[in-house]
Nanobody
């Protein structure tokens, strides 16, 4: 079992930056757990944002955030990060950290079965 706790959300003006963190406890992350960030805006479905493979050697970003967001992980600290630059009002959402046991050293964009409680990011225009 994996427990996930996000932090780092808040309010920022358009064009600003934030860094989200997700601390994991329970089983160690490098035992084949891929980690992802998924967001949900008001009235919209959850959307995969970015993810890291269990080793950290592979990362994937949604087209909507490519070039602006960067996912990274530190297995020694059991933590995954999402650096968000050039934020837009459309990025306003609750951001969830998610984990999935995934033996391939690649990043799934669905199938996550462990979730954090979410952290709210609000971007004002």
């Amino acid at each position: 079992q994996v427990q996930l706790v996000e932090s780092g959300g808040g309010w920022v003006q358009a064009g600003g930056s934030l860094r989200l963190s997700c601390a994991a406890s329970g089983r160690t992350l490098n035992t084949y757990y891929a980690l992802g960030w998924v967001r949900q805006a008001p009235g919209k479905e959850r959307e995969f944002v970015a993810g890291s493979s269990w080793s950290g050697r592979s990362a994937r970003h949604a087209d909507s955030v490519k070039g602006r967001f960067t996912v990274s992980r530190d297995n020694a600290k059991n933590t995954v990060y999402l650096r968000m630059n050039s934020l837009k009002p459309d990025d306003t959402a609750v951001y969830y950290c998610a984990a999935e046991r995934y033996y391939r050293d690649s990043v799934p964009d669905s199938g996550y079965d462990h979730w954090g409680q979410g952290t709210l990011v609000t971007v004002s225009s």
